[in-house]
C-alpha cells in the first residue's frame, strides 16, 4: 500500500491549538517537513513569537526560544553570533514583526544576520482579538477599524518584503501564500531555498506567508481562503523579491 | 614632607591637553609606587570647553578620588583660575599660564608660579607641547615624581606616534627648569 | 413534568421551591442555544445557569466557551462546577486554557449536530466582536435551527434603551450572521439586586421584544430573591441564578464546586 | 586603567567574548574597548540598533549557552528593562553593567547613583529580583566583574554591576586576574545547542498555568534568598567599636565617605562606615547589628535617598537616621560630608553614649 501521509519527524505528533481555517498548522509543517528533508534537525535553534503562533514552540521536535514581541531577530542574532553553527529561524506575525518589531527585523536584516526569518502575514491582530494589523488592507474591517482601514488616518498596508528588498545586504526574500494548494507546495520549495541559504552562510534569509484569521475576520475558513485571494494578493504579490546574484556563493560562515 | 594623599587639580580649556598632562603624572606616580586616581571632569565640553582632571597621588590608599579643595592647581586659562584658584587649600600652590591668565587674582596664603606656556613650547619646538610644559613647572618645582619617570611615561604615551616624542621630552624639559629655579615666583 | 415553553412568553412558573431543587422551567425546541450580548450582560452566567437548569432536567449538555474577546470571567472557569453536573464544558486544555489566543476547537463544529448531544449551548464573546466568531461557523451554522439568546443587563452602558438595544441586536447579526431569536432579560446589580431592578430589566426587555416581534424567553433573578411574591406575579418564565463565576474576593458558593 | 576599560578587560578575563551593546555616555569606553579586543580574541562584538534590541539579543547569545555581558548607563538601563525581564523569566546568566548618571528623564551626563531603587527592586515589570554589585574602585570593578560572571553561571540568573560616572571614568592602577580567558559558561544542561542526542529544549519565560508561575516566581523567591544567605557582602570600616554616628554610604560616595570618616577619627569622633558591596541582596543583618550599637546613622547617597529606605528598614527605628545626598551630577566632597558628620554628632545628646 502506498503511504501517502506521515507526521513530519520535526513535527510533534499532537492536535493543533489553531481554529479551523488557520493556516498556522500548515505553515508549522511546511517548515517541519523541509527540517526533515535538510537533516538539519538537531541544528536547529527556532524562535517563537508572541502571538497565537507562540505555541510553535510546543509542536517542534528542536530546541526552541520563547521571544518577546517583536524582539525574535535580536534574540537570533545573539545566538546564531555565538553559535554560528547552529541554523537560526524566527517564526513572526504581523503584529510582532511589521509593528512592534519593526526596528529589530530591519537591523537583523541590514547587518546580514544568517538567519531565517518566516513571517505570517494574516492581516489582523488574531491574538488579541481582531483589531487593525500593520498589514490590513485598505477598508478591511477590524476591531479597531469598525469602518474599515481608512488610508487617510491608517496609512496603506506595509510591504515588509519589498521594504527589506530595498536594502543592500539582505540575500533572499520571497512572498508566498497559503489559498491553493499549488501556492502550498510552492512555498515549501521557498522555505526550502531559505534555509539552503542560511546553509551555505549566505546573509539573511526572509519568507512571507499570507495566512487566514477565519475566527477574526468572521468567516469560513473556505470564505477566508477566497478573501486572502481577493483581497490580499493585490497588495502583496508573490513571487522571490530578492535572490542572491549568480556568482553569489555566500560561506563567509560554515 | 609629602602630604597623605596630594590632590591636584589640572584645568584648561578642552584641546589643551591637561587630561593627558595628568594621566602623565598619574603614570609617573604609579610606577613610582604611589597609589593614584585620575578623575576626569568629563562632559559635553569634551572639545573646546573648559576640561579639568583631578589625580590623586597617596602613599597608600587614595580616599576620594573626587578633588574640591586642591592642594595643587595647574591652570592652563584664565577661566580655569578664576574657577579653582579660590578653592586650592591654604600654603597650596598654583601654576598658571601666564600667556592666558593675563590678570591673575593672587592668593596671598598660596605660592603661585607662572611661566608662558606657549612661548617656552615654540622654543621647545612645538606650541601643543604647551601642556607638557605645565607638567614640567609643576613637577620641576614640587619633585613629586622623577624626570625618568615622566619621560618613561611619557614614550609608553607616545609609543606610537614616536615622532611626537622629542618634542613632548623637550617641552617637559623647559617646564621643569623653570619650576626648579622658581623664576617666575610671584609668592606674596 | 410541566414544561413551560418560551416561545409563548407568557406562562408563568410555579417556583415555590427552595433555589437549589428548581423545578424544569423551559425546554428548548432546537438543539443548540448560542447566548450573545454585550459586554459584561451576563452571557456566561446565563449560560452556565442554563445549561445546569437544563442538566437537572436530565438532558444530556454541553457547553462550548467561544468567548475569544475577553480573558476574564468566561465559562471554563465554572468548569469543575459544570462537569460535577454532568455538562460537558468544550474549552481548550491545559496551558492553551489560559492562552490570551482565540482558540477554537475543532470539536466546536462537531457538537453541532453530534446526536449524543441533547443540548449544545455557545457561550459567545461580547457585542458584535464577539458575535464574529459565529461567522466563522457559517458553513454549519446556516442548516441549523438554533436559539439564539440575546441577554439584556438594563443596567449595563450601551443597553439601557430600547433603540441602544437594537442597535446591539443588529450589530451582533451582523457580524455573527445570525439572527436573534428570544431575548432575557438579565438586569442586575450584583449582590446589590432587588426587586425594582428585576422589573425594570422586564420592563426594557419586554419593550426591546415587542419592538421586533420576539418572545422573551426567560427572566433571571437572583436564587434568593425568586420566591417573593413580586417575582412570582412575573408574567414571564423565571430561571433562578446562582452566581457561578464568583469574584474572587467572595466567599465559596455553596454547590459551586 | 580608566575604570570602563578596566570592566570590558575584566569581563575578557573571566572568559566574556560576546558583547552586544549600543553607545551612551559615561560608558562608552566599554563598547570601544571590546570592539576592538573582542574579533582579535574570536569572539564577537555586535553593535545593536537599540538597548530593547540589546537585551534581547544577550538573551539570545545566554540561551546558547555563551558568556555574554552589555554595558549601558540609565536611560538604555530602562529600555533594558523588556529585555531583562524574560532574561529573569527564562533564568539566563548575563551580566549587564549599569554605568549611572543623572536621571529622571535625559538628565545629565554626569555621575549619579540615580537608578538604586531601579536596581534592587527587579529592573522590570514580573516578579523578581537580581543580584547587583556596587564597586567603590577600578580595582573592585574589576574584581566585581569577574564575580558577577560567577554568580550569574552559579545562579543562572542576570548580574548587574552598579557603578556610576566616577567609576567608569576614573583612571586607578589595577592588578588584573591571570591573562587567560575564562573557562566556557557551564550549561550542559539547559542551553539550546541543537538538539543531538537528547530531547528537545525551550528557553522560554512563559507559563500560562497559573499553578506552574505562581511555582516558578516562588523557585526564584527562593533561589534569591539562598543568594542572600550565601553572596551577600559588605565593608564594615571602622566598626568594631561603639559608634556615636555610623556612616553609610555605597559605591563611589562610600570612597568618599571613607575620607571624611578618616578626617572625623583623627578628630577624635566615634565615626565608622558600612558599605553594602551586594546592594542587592542587601546586607540588612549586618547593618543592623552595627546599627544596634551605634548612636546615630547618616546615610549619603549620590541621589535623594533612595538606600535611605533600606537603611531605615534595618534600623526599624532604633536610631535616629540623618540623610544628606547631592545629585544632578553633583559630587559630595569629604570636607562637605565631614561636616554633615558633625552636625549629625551635634544632635546626640550631651553625654555621649549612655
Known amino acids: 500500500m502506498n503511504k501517502v501521509f506521515s507526521y513530519a519527524d520535526a513535527l510533534i505528533r499532537k492536535p493543533f491549538h489553531y481554529c479551523p481555517g488557520c493556516t498556522h498548522g500548515t505553515i508549522h509543517r511546511l517548515i517541519a517537513e523541509v527540517i526533515d528533508e535538510l537533516g538539519i534537525r538537531e541544528r536547529v535553534v527556532g524562535i517563537s513569537p508572541v502571538g497565537c503562533a507562540v505555541f510553535i514552540l510546543d509542536y517542534l521536535r528542536c530546541d526552541m526560544f520563547q521571544a518577546s514581541h517583536g524582539r525574535a531577530p535580536a534574540v537570533a542574532t545573539g545566538a546564531k553570533r555565538c553559535r554560528p553553527d547552529l541554523v537560526v529561524f524566527t517564526y513572526q506575525g504581523d503584529g510582532d514583526l511589521a509593528a512592534i518589531g519593526t526596528s529589530e527585523i530591519v537591523h537583523a536584516a541590514n547587518r546580514g544576520e544568517r538567519i531565517t526569518v518566516f513571517f505570517v502575514n494574516n492581516a489582523v491582530y488574531g491574538m488579541t482579538g481582531g483589531q487593525m494589523a500593520p498589514t490590513s488592507v485598505p477598508g478591511q ?16 498596508p506595509v510591504n515588509m518584503s519589498e521594504m527589506l528588498a530595498a536594502l543592500h545586504t539582505p540575500a533572499y526574500i520571497a512572498r508566498v501564500s497559503m489559498h491553493a494548494p499549488k501556492e502550498i507546495i510552492a512555498a515549501r520549495h521557498v522555505v526550502k531555498k531559505a534555509f539552503e541559504h542560511q546553509l551555505a552562510g549566505r546573509c539573511f534569509s526572509f519568507v512571507e506567508f499570507l495566512s487566514t484569521c477565519p475566527t477574526n475576520w468572521g468567516m469560513t475558513p473556505v470564505e477566508s481562503l477566497r478573501w486572502l485571494e481577493k483581497e490580499m494578493l493585490p497588495y502583496f504579490p508573490l513571487g522571490e523579491i530578492k535572490v542572491p546574484p549568480a556568482d553569489d556563493t555566500g560561506g563567509r560562515m560554515p | 614632607m609629602m602630604k597623605p594623599t596630594t590632590e ?12 593627558l598632562s595628568g594621566r602623565l603624572l598619574a603614570q609617573a606616580a604609579m610606577e613610582m609606587g604611589s597609589q593614584v586616581s585620575w578623575l576626569p571632569a568629563y562632559g559635553p565640553e569634551m572639545r573646546g570647553g573648559t576640561a579639568n582632571v583631578a589625580v590623586c597621588i597617596a602613599r597608600d590608599q587614595v580616599g576620594s578620588p573626587y578633588v574640591e579643595c586642591p592642594h595643587i592647581l595647574v591652570a592652563m586659562n584664565a577661566p580655569s583660575f578664576d574657577k579653582f584658584a579660590p578653592k586650592v587649600k591654604p600654603d597650596g ?10 590678570n591673575p587674582k593672587q592668593r596671598a596664603d598660596c605660592t603661585a608660579l607662572c611661566v608662558n606656556a606657549q612661548e617656552v613650547a615654540i622654543a621647545a619646538g612645538n606650541i601643543r607641547a604647551a601642556n607638557l610644559v605645565m607638567l614640567g613647572v609643576l613637577v620641576g618645582a614640587t619633585e613629586l615624581v622623577s624626570d625618568d619617570a615622566v619621560i618613561a ?3 609608553s604615551e607616545f609609543a606610537a606616534k614616536a615622532r611626537f616624542i622629542p618634542v613632548n621630552v623637550a617641552a617637559y624639559r623647559a617646564g621643569v627648569a623653570h619650576g626648579k629655579d622658581g623664576r617666575c615666583a610671584q609668592s606674596a | 413534568m410541566e414544561i413551560a415553553r418560551a416561545s409563548n412568553g407568557t406562562k408563568r412558573m410555579n417556583l415555590p421551591l427552595p433555589s437549589t431543587a428548581q423545578p424544569p422551567f423551559w425546554r428548548p425546541v432546537h438543539s443548540l442555544i448560542i447566548v450573545v450580548g454585550n459586554y459584561g450582560s451576563g452571557k456566561t452566567e446565563v449560560a452556565v445557569n442554563l445549561a445546569l437548569q437544563l442538566a437537572g432536567q436530565g438532558l444530556r449538555v454541553r457547553l462550548a466557551d467561544l468567548d475569544v474577546v475577553n480573558l476574564y470571567f468566561r465559562s471554563r472557569e465554572a468548569q469543575a462546577c459544570l462537569e460535577a453536573h454532568q455538562v460537558e464544558v468544550v474549552v481548550p486544555q491545559g496551558p492553551m486554557r489560559y492562552a490570551d489566543a482565540p482558540v477554537i476547537l475543532p470539536q466546536v463544529r462537531g457538537m453541532i449536530a453530534d446526536p449524543q448531544v441533547d443540548c449544545a449551548i455557545f457561550d459567545v464573546g461580547g457585542n458584535d466582536v464577539g458575535a464574529t466568531v459565529l461567522s466563522s461557523l457559517h458553513d454549519v451554522l446556516a442548516g441549523t435551527p438554533a436559539h439564539v439568546l440575546q441577554v439584556i443587563n438594563a443596567r449595563r452602558p450601551f443597553t439601557s434603551t430600547v433603540d441602544e438595544c ?20 438579565n438586569t442586575h446589580l450584583l449582590d446589590d439586586t432587588d426587586v425594582s431592578h428585576v422589573a425594570e430589566g422586564v420592563r426594557l426587555t419586554a419593550a426591546v421584544a415587542q419592538a421586533r416581534a420576539l418572545p422573551l424567553a426567560f427572566v433571571t433573578v437572583p436564587a434568593a430573591l425568586s420566591t417573593c411574591a413580586d417575582v412570582l406575579a412575573l408574567p414571564h418564565p423565571v430561571m433562578p441564578l446562582t452566581r457561578r463565576l464568583p469574584t474572587p474576593w467572595a466567599p465559596a458558593t455553596p454547590g459551586g464546586q | 586603567m580608566k575604570g570602563n576599560e578596566a570592566i570590558a578587560e575584566a569581563a575578557i578575563r573571566a572568559g566574556c567574548l560576546h558583547f552586544f551593546g549600543y553607545p551612551i555616555t559615561p560608558q562608552s569606553e566599554i563598547p570601544e574597548y571590546l570592539s ?9 562584538y555586535v553593535q545593536s540598533e537599540s538597548e530593547v534590541a540589546t537585551s534581547h539579543m544577550i538573551y539570545g547569545a545566554a540561551g546558547v549557552g555563551t558568556k555574554v555581558m552589555t554595558s549601558s548607563s540609565s536611560p538604555g538601563i530602562s529600555l533594558m528593562a523588556e529585555g531583562i525581564s524574560y532574561l529573569a523569566g527564562a533564568e539566563l546568566p548575563v551580566v549587564i553593567v549599569n554605568i549611572m548618571r543623572a536621571g529622571p528623564g535625559l538628565g545629565g551626563i554626569l555621575p549619579a547613583q540615580s537608578d538604586y531603587a531601579q536596581t534592587t527592586r527587579g529592573m522590570a515589570h514580573g516578579d523578581f529580583r537580581l543580584i547587583a554589585l556596587a564597586p567603590a574602585s577600578v580595582q573592585e570593578a574589576v574584581d566585581l566583574t569577574i564575580l558577577a560572571f560567577d554568580l550569574a553561571e552559579k545562579y543562572r540568573t542576570p548580574v548587574i554591576l552598579a557603578g556610576d560616572g566616577v567609576i567608569g571614568q576614573m583612571m586607578e592602577p589595577v592588578v588584573l586576574p591571570e591573562a587567560t580567558v575564562g573557562p566556557p559558561l557551564k550549561a550542559d544542561d539547559w542551553a539550546l545547542t541543537g538538539c543531538v542526542g537528547r530531547k528537545p529544549r525551550k528557553v522560554s519565560s512563559m507559563f500560562l498555568d497559573p499553578d506552574e508561575l505562581n511555582a516558578h516566581n516562588f523557585k526564584l523567591k527562593a533561589r534569591f534568598a539562598e543568594i542572600a544567605r550565601n553572596e ?31 578626617a572625623a577619627r583623627s578628630e577624635g569622633l566615634k565615626v565608622g562606615l558600612f558599605r553594602p558591596i551586594t546592594i542587592s541582596p542587601f546586607p540588612m543583618d549586618a547593618l543592623r547589628e552595627i546599627i544596634g550599637r551605634s548612636q546615630r546613622v547618616l546615610d549619603v547617597e549620590m ?24 545629585c544632578g551630577g553633583l559630587i559630595p566632597s569629604a570636607e562637605g560630608i565631614l561636616e554633615q558628620i558633625r552636625a549629625s554628632l551635634a544632635q546626640l545628646p550631651k553625654g555621649g553614649v549612655p
Open chain 4, 232 to 262: 551577600t557582602r559588605f565593608e564594615a570600616y571602622a566598626c568594631d567599636e561603639p559608634l556615636d554616628l555610623l556612616v553609610t554610604s555605597f559605591g563611589i560616595s562610600a570612597r568618599i565617605c571613607r575620607s571624611a570618616v578618616d
Open chain 2, 153 to 155: 611615561a611619557i614614550e
Open chain 1, 141 to 156: 474591517r477590524t476591531t479597531t477599524t469598525p469602518h474599515g482601514r481608512n488610508t487617510e488616518t491608517d496609512g496603506y
Open chain 3, 166 to 185: 437594537l442597535q446591539m441586536m443588529d450589530s451582533i447579526e451582523k457580524s455573527g450572521r445570525v439572527r436573534v431569536t428570544e431575548l432575557v432579560s
Open chain 4, 36 to 44: 576592538r579586543r573582542l574579533p582579535e580574541l574570536g569572539g564577537c
Open chain 2, 93 to 102: 600652590l598654583i601654576v598658571y599660564n601666564e600667556g592666558l591668565v593675563p
Open chain 2, 8 to 19: 591636584i587639580l589640572l584645568a584648561g580649556f578642552g584641546g589643551h591637553g591637561m587630561l
Open chain 4, 303 to 326: 541621589n535623594t535617598g533612595q538606600m535611605l529606605h533600606d537603611v531605615e528598614m534595618a534600623a526599624q527605628g532604633r536610631c535616629p537616621i540623618d540623610f544628606f545626598g547631592r
